[in-house]
């Protein structure tokens, strides 16, 4: 599985971004999908994740009622939708892919990830 992911920018706090990430491969309805993030010298964090038929959704504290994931398993795309941004939100986003139907935070149990997309939210 190749995981491409894009979307990121420069917003105000305040504003919105939706990042989308995009897989190859015929098995994407079968994964267990989320988001990390990673600021500065800062440990790569989770953020939300999405079971393979997007019926069960899992987010971080910090991020809950503001963002939303969501799949679209016809397009082999996942979606966070990103509302009042913070400028502690600023980060790299990853998406990653875990071959499971059990939801983890963990990073380390997600086997695909994505390069990476650059959110930055000025204050």
């Known amino acids: 599985v190749q995981l491409q992911a894009s979307g990121g920018g420069l917003v105000q706090a305040g504003g919105s971004l939706r990042l989308s990430c995009a897989a190859s491969?015929?098995?994407?309805?079968?994964?267990?999908m989320g988001w990390f993030r990673q600021a500065p010298g800062k440990e790569r964090e989770f953020v939300a994740a999405?079971?393979?038929?997007?019926?069960?959704?899992y987010y971080v504290d910090s991020v809950k009622g503001r963002f939303t994931i969501s799949r679209d398993n016809a397009k082999n795309t996942v979606y966070l939708q990103m509302n009042s941004l913070k400028p502690e939100d600023t980060a790299v986003y990853y998406c990653?892919?875990?071959?499971?139907?059990?939801?983890?935070?963990?990073?380390?149990?997600?086997?695909?990830w994505g390069q990476g997309t650059l959110v930055t939210v000025s204050s």
């Open positions: 990653a892919a875990r071959p499971n139907v059990i939801i983890t935070t963990t990073p380390s149990s997600y086997k695909y």
């Open positions: 491969g015929r098995t994407f309805s079968s994964y267990t």
């Open positions: 999405i079971s393979y038929s997007g019926s069960n959704t």
